[in-house]
């Protein structure tokens, strides 16, 4: 009788031995789905970064990898300032800034002081037939940058912009789709910050995307020699405050402005066929003066390879247009001599 009655509770405790494992088991899975889910969640709250771009000394956080586009906004009736606006778009919502260097009076008067500056940006806003306008809302301050607040509306769209001013810059960060009481707004708005300049694109976390090469001309630039560019297309996303798209300026033939120019070396298939004469070498050069894009177009083609590389490695003295720092578009002549 003892024996059977043993035997009953060794089995009771077997069964809530198995029970105790798979309530632990079911336990340990939904911990891990919870995890993952919690996880999931952060790493999409933290899809934003910071950006640093080039030529520039100030960084902002992106809700998406930032990308830039090169503008045109007119600040008075004789002024229009090409600009580069890093801007992203997502969640119905269109973010930007644009970055302005200070100039002199006899430069750029609108650039030569903070209030003036603000005058130009209210200009910007009633410079074509599209309805839009800026409502002066609030006095700001961010980190000792102090600056405005205004309320944008474009077309249909309302949003938010800040316009600040620092001892070298000014800079306009708007936002497309939202009121600033949106919490991505605030963060986006909070999160600028002044300091050195950016000179490394690994960190400038902008997609400068594809930039293709056009033909030279004039070798001087002059102040409405930014030439606008093709960029024709149709979006439902929020509009861009500043939509006139200008393209890099012609440079000519740039030998004579090179910091230095590399001296491409004679390949040994070109000492065979005894090649010789010009190569013309077609590049992009950025507002550092950095070669970002280099195509050999004309010339014998053993020489080609060669020359292109050679423009790679060849640095150019920055180009402003109206004090703005600009990329340029020219031609770098090689004359080879057989050998």
């Known amino acids: 009788m003892n024996r059977a009655k043993y035997s009953t509770l060794e089995g009771r405790d077997e069964a809530l031995n198995m029970v105790l494992k798979l309530a632990n088991s079911i336990l340990v899975i939904t911990i891990l789905l919870l995890v993952g889910e919690t996880t999931a969640s952060f790493a999409q709250k933290e899809?934003?970064?910071?950006?640093?771009?080039?030529?520039?000394?100030?960084?902002?956080?992106?809700?998406?990898?930032?990308?830039?586009?090169?503008?045109?906004?007119?600040?008075?009736?004789?002024?229009?300032?090409?600009?580069?606006?890093?801007?992203?778009?997502?969640?119905?919502?269109?973010?930007?800034?644009?970055?302005?260097?200070k100039t002199s009076p006899d430069t750029v008067p609108a650039l030569s002081s903070y209030e003036k500056f603000i005058a130009a940006m209210e200009r910007s806003f009633k410079s074509d037939e599209s309805p839009k306008s800026l409502t002066f809302e609030q006095d700001v301050s961010l980190e000792g940058v102090s600056g405005k607040q205004y309320r944008v509306k474009l077309g249909e769209y309302h949003g938010v912009a800040w316009f600040l001013g620092t001892r070298e810059a000014f800079y306009a960060l708007v936002v497309i789709g939202a009121e600033e009481s949106d919490k991505d707004v605030a963060r986006f708005l909070s999160s600028f910050q002044s300091g050195e300049l950016n000179t490394n694109y690994e960190l400038s976390g902008v997609n400068s995307g594809v930039v293709t090469l056009i033909g030279s001309g004039s070798s001087t630039p002059k102040r409405s020699s930014a030439t606008p560019s093709p960029e024709t297309t149709v979006s439902t996303d929020p509009p861009e405050p500043w939509p006139q798209p200008v393209g890099p300026i012609m440079g000519g033939v740039l030998n004579g402005k090179a910091i230095h120019l590399a001296v491409p070396e004679y390949p040994a298939a070109a000492r065979v066929l005894h090649a010789s004469g010009a190569v013309q070498v077609q590049v992009l050069i950025d507002e550092l003066g950095n070669v970002i894009r280099a195509e050999a177009l004309t010339g014998p083609s053993s020489l080609r390879e060669v020359a292109a590389a050679a423009a790679w490695k060849s640095r150019f003295t920055p180009t402003r247009l109206m004090g703005q720092p600009v990329r340029v578009n020219g031609i770098i002549i090689y004359n080879f001599v057989a050998r």
Do not use: N
Not at 62 to 68: D, L
Not at 72 to 88: E, G, K, L, N
């Open 47 to 101: 899809s934003w970064q910071r950006i640093a771009p080039i030529g520039y000394s100030f960084t902002i956080l992106m809700p998406e990898r930032a990308s830039v586009a090169h503008r045109r906004i007119t600040v008075s009736d004789q002024d229009s300032i090409p600009v580069a606006v890093y801007q992203s778009v997502t969640g119905g919502k269109r973010y930007a800034v644009v970055p302005l260097l």
